[in-house]
């Protein structure tokens, strides 16, 4: 993990936009079980429309659970369950007869890994993310998606000229950006990403995060991260999330970024955002 301390991102061009047509997610009261194992408390948070939330917390707290929770990933796990409430705009995800098909195409995930099709090539690879989501569209409407996405996913002016290649053949940071830009392709409402700059390279981090930071604003974005430098950097609003022996995970703590790590309120929080355990 990186404890350089790099300047602040940016702001997009977009970053004081209102954040007008653009959905929020919020949870109420989720808890999580593997079998009997339970792994989330009541978790509740909003996650407004347009910002960026991190969310912190040592190993084994609950975060990756709680992101799949929101996109319905959880229950392709075997022995999965759950309870509460998950709104996307309103909207409860887990609502009888809902799609998780149709959750996944406007919840989107990028993953610690970059987990490109190495094979395919660049252009392929962005627009499997409509063919997954069973989206059609036309050839030239295609080549403007794929232009359109990897502009926003920062790596169009690097790949430009060698769309044909395979995406295996990108260094690991752009291989991010180009599952950034394959997420994007299906225009999500939410972006979550889990731990998206753990395997990279600092100057690769700082490419996704100065990614992360033109986003901002366009749509809304949960990241969940072990860099507390990264927190502070690209999140407007941050949970901490902590979990004990015998008891599972919760927030201890969440409001606007600035307030967990310079006023926190909880000594847990002060002890973590301070490396001290
Ligand atoms: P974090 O992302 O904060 O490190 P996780 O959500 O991965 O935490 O894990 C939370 C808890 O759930 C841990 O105790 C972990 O061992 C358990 N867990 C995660 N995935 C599974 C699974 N597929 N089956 C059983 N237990 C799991
Ligand atoms: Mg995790």
């Not at 404890?3 to 936009?17: I, N, Q, R």
């Not at 997420?183 to 996704?208: F, G, K, N, W, Y």
Request: glycine share 10%.
């Amino acid at each position: 993990e990186t404890t350089l301390t790099l300047p602040p991102v940016p702001s997009g061009a977009f970053a004081d936009a209102p954040a007008e047509g653009l959905a929020g997610l919020e949870t109420r009261d989720v808890s999580a079980w593997f079998g009997s194992h339970k792994v989330l408390e009541r978790v509740s948070l909003g996650m407004a429309a347009g910002e960026v939330t991190a969310l912190i917390g040592p190993s084994g707290c609950g975060k990756s659970t709680y992101l799949r929770i929101l996109n319905r990933m959880h229950e392709m796990v075997r022995g999965a369950a759950l309870a509460g409430e998950v709104l996307l705009d309103g909207d409860d995800v887990y609502r009888p007869g809902r799609r998780p098909a149709e959750v996944r195409r406007r919840i989107g995930m990028v993953f610690q890994r970059p987990n490109p099709f190495p094979a395919m090539s660049i252009q392929d690879n962005v627009a499997s993310g409509l063919k997954l989501a069973g989206i059609k569209v036309g050839k030239e409407e295609r080549e403007h998606l794929v232009e359109s996405s990897l502009r926003r996913a920062g790596l169009w002016d690097e790949v430009a000229t060698r769309l044909h290649t395979p995406g295996g053949s990108l260094s690991g940071g752009q291989q991010q950006r180009l599952c950034i830009a394959r997420s994007l392709a299906v225009s999500p409402d939410i972006l979550l990403m889990d731990e998206p700059c753990s395997a990279l390279d600092p100057t690769s981090t700082r490419r996704v995060e100065e990614t992360i930071a033109e986003l901002r604003g366009r749509l809304t974005i949960v990241i969940v991260t072990h860099n507390m430098q990264q927190a502070q950097r690209v999140s407007q609003s941050c949970a901490f999330f902590l979990a004990t022996h015998d008891t599972p995970g919760r927030i201890v703590e969440a409001g606007p970024t600035e307030q967990l790590f310079g006023s926190p309120r909880d000594q847990r929080t002060a002890d973590y955002v301070n490396g001290r355990f």
